[in-house]
């Protein structure tokens, strides 16, 4: 091992770094698809809000005595 050359030292050093490089390159953009596909498929509460699919608010009584069965408590 005392015979490697500091050029070739550098060059694997290099190469180990270039590689490194790559894997995050790669990470990083697998870590963007992920999110950017997330995305797309969540809808946002203020979109449905706005147009008016779900009311941002309801008030309402219960029938029949359910709330004695079932206590709700907000």
Not at 29 to 53: D, H, M, N, P, T
């Amino acid at each position: 091992m005392e015979n490697i050359t500091e050029q070739y030292q550098e060059r694997i050093e290099h190469e180990f770094n270039a590689l490194c490089k790559i894997i995050i390159r790669h990470a990083s953009a697998e870590a963007k698809s992920k999110v950017s596909k997330r995305w797309k498929q969540e809808i946002s509460f203020e979109y449905l809000v706005e147009s008016g699919v779900i009311p941002a608010y309801s008030c309402g009584g219960f029938e029949n005595g359910i709330e004695a069965r079932h206590p709700l408590s907000l």
